[in-house]
């Protein structure tokens, strides 16, 4: 009987140590998983705070990719951080409304154009080269694909190009005046803060995501404009 314990006891102890061993270099191999190094962002875009002049409408939104770098924690690897680089451009609707971003002015024009000629639609795009890091969670930290996941934020972006485009130009009874197919575009970005600092959350299963971020200084200069900041709703997909 004692012989026989013995044989149970030095054999649990050599599967423990095999355990142990195994899971050693699954932790190990961690830095080869797939884990969110590749993520696109699609979604709904908002200026918060934003005054009557400034009518935005339709649907607002963002399109971003980034490429990161995921680094599980030595100590728990359902922990992680990550950062990388991509671009975000976020493009804003407006109605009956021109946003003149080439005026001579000091202040940022938002020019109610409902009695004169004006576009039927009429945006405003920005596009930023944006930094981002996140602190992440995943429940099954050796598949990603397959696991709930959570991360929060930070980005800093750099504003590359600010443009309006106006297209259809109507008159004030919604006449076309040379076409459906007339574009007018407009280039300058000395309204818009050149600098973008966010914070960022998501939350999903799998590839798929909910996100949401929220851009803490003003999205136009200091004394360019209303103080307005953007707040995004989206969906992230990402993998590899």
């Known amino acids: 009987m004692k012989k026989t314990l013995l044989v149970l006891l030095s054999l649990s102890a050599s599967l423990l140590a095999l355990s142990q061993s195994t899971d050693i270099k699954k932790k190990l191999d961690l830095s080869n998983r797939a884990a969110d190094h590749f993520m696109i962002q699609y979604g709904a875009d908002s200026w918060t705070n934003r005054p009557d002049s400034v009518r935005t409408s339709g649907f607002s939104r963002h399109f971003n990719i980034y490429f ?78 397959k696991s709930w996941k959570a991360a929060l934020g930070v980005k800093v972006g750099t504003l590359l190009k600010t443009y309006s485009k106006g297209k259809n ?50 999205v136009l200069k200091d004394g360019a404009g209303p103080s307005m900041n953007k707040f995004s709703l989206g969906i992230t997909f990402s993998g590899l």
């Open 169 to 218: 130009l109507v008159t004030k009874t919604g006449a076309s005046v040379y076409g459906n197919g007339y574009i007018e575009k407009e280039s300058s970005k000395r309204f818009f803060n050149g600098t973008m600092l966010a914070v960022t959350g998501r939350i999903g299963y799998g590839i798929i995501s909910l996100d949401a971020g929220y851009q803490f200084n003003g």
């Open 68 to 145: 990161m770098i995921d680094k599980p924690f030595k100590n728990n690897p359902k922990f992680s951080i990550a950062y990388g680089i991509g671009i975000g451009s976020s493009n804003m609707f407006f109605k009956n409304t021109k946003v003149d971003v080439k005026a001579n002015s000091t202040r940022l024009p938002f020019t109610n154009v409902d009695s004169t000629n004006h576009f039927s639609k009429f945006k405003v795009t920005n596009i930023y080269a944006e930094l981002p890091v996140e602190l992440r969670y995943f429940s099954n930290p050796e598949n990603p694909g």
